[in-house]
Nanobody
Framework: QVQLVESGGGLVQPGGSLRLSCAAS????????IGWFRQAPGKERERVSC????????YYADSVKGRFTISRDNAKNTVYLQMNSLKPEDTAVYYC???????????????WGQGTQVTVSS
C-alpha cells in the first residue's frame, strides 16, 4: 500500500514552534519532490513549501518565508517542516504530497497524506 503519513501537529501558542513529519510507506521518496500544503476552513488549499528529490532546491510561500524550513532525510524516507514564530493565521490542516518535480498546482502531485491539524492560539 502506497501512503504518506503526516505527524507532529497540535496546539501551540503564538510565537511557538512545531516540527511536522511526512513519512512514506510502500514506496521510496528518493525520486520524488515533496510539497507541504495547508488548508484553513473556508479557504483554498495553498502550497506552503516544496523540496526537490535531492534536497538541493527549496521553495516557500511569501507568508512563511523566514519562519518555516523544509528538509528531508531520504535514508529515513521522511520529509520535515520546521515551523517557528507561529501565528494564528498559520492555523490549518497541513498535508504533504509527492511529485516528480516541485510545481505550484495541486494537480501536479501524485500522492497525498491524510493531513495533520495545526492550531495556533493562546
Amino acid at each position: 500500500q502506497v501512503q504518506l503519513v503526516e505527524s507532529g501537529g497540535g496546539l501551540v501558542q503564538p510565537g511557538g514552534s512545531l516540527r511536522l513529519s511526512c513519512a512514506a510507506s510502500g514506496f521510496t521518496l528518493d525520486y520524488y519532490a515533496i510539497g507541504w500544503f495547508r488548508q484553513a476552513p473556508g479557504k483554498e488549499r495553498e502550497r506552503v513549501s516544496c523540496i526537490s528529490s535531492s534536497g538541493g532546491t527549496t521553495y516557500y510561500a511569501d507568508s512563511v518565508k523566514g519562519r518555516f524550513t523544509i528538509s528531508r532525510d531520504n535514508a529515513k524516507n521522511t520529509v520535515y517542516l520546521q515551523m517557528n514564530s507561529l501565528k494564528p493565521e498559520d492555523t490549518a490542516v497541513y498535508y504533504c504530497a509527492a511529485t516528480p518535480s516541485c510545481g505550484r498546482r495541486i494537480g501536479d502531485y501524485n500522492y497525498w497524506g491524510q493531513g495533520t491539524q495545526v492550531t495556533v492560539s493562546s
